[in-house]
């Protein structure tokens, strides 16, 4: 029983402090960057809506979001 109530307790915790970011207007936002890759958008896969952020990655590559503000108005 005590471990439904951590169960529950994390999926609640979970929706609490999740937000959904979107794509829908076919840009990244200027305060996010990688650090050797490339950010663009896309609309070969995503979840909700129809684009998706699409990072091309390379080893050692960061993902920076320099303005986390812009998270908390979404």
């Not at 999926?11 to 207007?25: K, R, T, V």
Request: glycine share 6%; net charge positive; with cysteine.
């Amino acid at each position: 029983m005590k471990h439904v109530f951590y169960l529950l307790l994390f999926m609640i915790c979970q929706d609490a402090f999740s937000q959904i970011y979107s794509f829908e207007d076919g840009s990244v936002p200027a305060d996010w960057s990688a650090t050797k890759g490339n950010l663009s958008v896309s609309a070969n896969k995503y979840k909700l809506g129809s684009r998706s952020l699409r990072w091309d990655w390379v080893g050692g590559d960061k993902l920076k979001l320099t303005n986390l503000n812009s998270l908390k108005e979404v």
